[in-house]
């Protein structure tokens, strides 16, 4: 596998469900990034991790709880989802260099959610 | 605050060239980007231009940038029904130690016979 990876690519799930997205980067970054996109907000960053430690909670609601146990790896757990939450959730990985650097993120294909 | 607007839809006919505008608003942003996200994909990096620069091309593609008025720009020339896509300008903010994109809202380009 090369690039970075999203499972499932389709989800569909009740709102009293449990469930996870999982990203996976094979390009030796050190950031990772979830983002959701709808068609009323199209792309919307949600959480920010760098060096394992999350920088950035953008105002996303708790029901949506990320987890990064590594630098490869990132997920994001979804419990009570609301109907609203239908989108693509799309995971990037970029190299984090300090300011002003150059900082091409690399995305994934995304999950799309459909909440019942 | 930062800001990044782009128009939402682009129709053109193949073959013509097509331009697509953005307008940041970060003048600390040191490289600017454009992305293409074909259906059912995600976002892939197109091109991207150092904030020192006026102009950058690559074969089919070229962006201008105008520092002053914080616009920035993407022409496709020879547009082919493979251009077909949603292009996201970005713009680069440094904040809370890290880097950022704040991406604009995405221009919908469809080519036509």
């Known amino acids: 596998e090369t690039g970075v990876t999203q499972t499932p690519r389709h989800l569909v799930m009740g709102m009293t469900n449990k469930k996870s997205l999982k990203c996976e980067q094979h390009l030796g970054h050190n950031a990772m990034y979830w983002y959701k996109q709808s068609a009323k907000k199209p792309l919307e960053l949600m959480f920010v991790y760098s060096l394992e430690e999350r920088v950035e909670n953008n105002s996303v609601p708790s029901r949506f709880s990320p987890e990064c146990p590594n630098s490869s790896h990132l997920f994001l757990h979804l419990h009570t989802l609301q109907p609203e939450d239908s989108a693509l959730y799309l995971c990037a990985s970029s190299q984090e260099t300090g300011w002003g650097a150059y900082n091409e993120q690399f995305f994934g294909p995304g999950t799309r959610l459909t909440v019942l | ?113």
């Open chain 2, 1 to 113: 605050g930062e800001d990044v607007e782009q128009s939402l839809f682009l129709s053109v006919r193949e073959g013509d060239s097509s331009v697509i505008n953005c307008t940041y608003t970060d003048s600390s942003s040191t490289y600017l980007y454009w992305y293409k996200q074909e259906p059912g994909a995600g976002l892939q990096l197109l091109t991207y231009i150092f904030s020192n620069m006026d102009m950058k091309q690559d074969q089919r593609l070229t962006v201008l940038l105008n520092k002053k008025d914080k616009h920035l720009s993407l022409r496709i020339a020879d547009t082919q029904t493979g251009d077909s896509a949603i292009y996201f300008c970005a713009e680069s903010a440094f904040s809370g130690g890290y880097n950022k994109l704040i991406f604009g809202a995405g221009t919908r380009l469809a080519v036509h016979p």
